[in-house]
Nanobody, 120 residues
Framework: QVQVVESGGGLVQPGGSLRLSCTGSGFTFSNAAMYWYRQAPEKERELVASITSTDGSVNYGTSVKGRFTMSRDNAKGTVFLQMNSLKPEDTAVYYC?????????????WGQGTQVTVSS
């Protein structure tokens, strides 16, 4: 059974930090490209960061570049999103996505999301 589970969200003051985790199971984690998305109320889902399965290259959305850092630990089947210098506009539900080939077909697996609220 495939599972993608996020954790680490919460309430933080502006300028603070949070570290999100996402653990995947039921598929070959090391073969999956991993993504963090977020969605704020009444806004479209936004790509925050992505990391490849091959060389671990990371790309960031413009709004988080220089503040957020994404990494992966294949041995633990986990990706992380270190979020620093948080702003109220970072408030959103953060979703983890795993994208991988299964039986020759591209599959997307999603977590349930974790709420991040940046407020004083």
């Amino acid at each position: 059974q495939v599972q993608v589970v996020e954790s680490g969200g919460g309430l933080v003051q502006p300028g603070g930090s949070l570290r999100l985790s996402c653990t995947g199971s039921g598929f070959t984690f090391s073969n999956a490209a991993m993504y963090w998305y977020r969605q704020a109320p009444e806004k479209e889902r936004e790509l925050v960061a992505s990391i490849t399965s091959t060389d671990g290259s990371v790309n960031y959305g413009t709004s988080v570049k220089g503040r957020f850092t994404m990494s992966r630990d294949n041995a633990k089947g986990t990706v992380f999103l270190q979020m620093n210098s948080l702003k109220p506009e970072d408030t959103a539900v953060y979703y983890c996505n795993a994208r991988t080939l299964v039986g020759g077909m591209l599959r997307d697996y999603w977590g349930q999301g974790t709420q991040v609220t940046v407020s004083s």
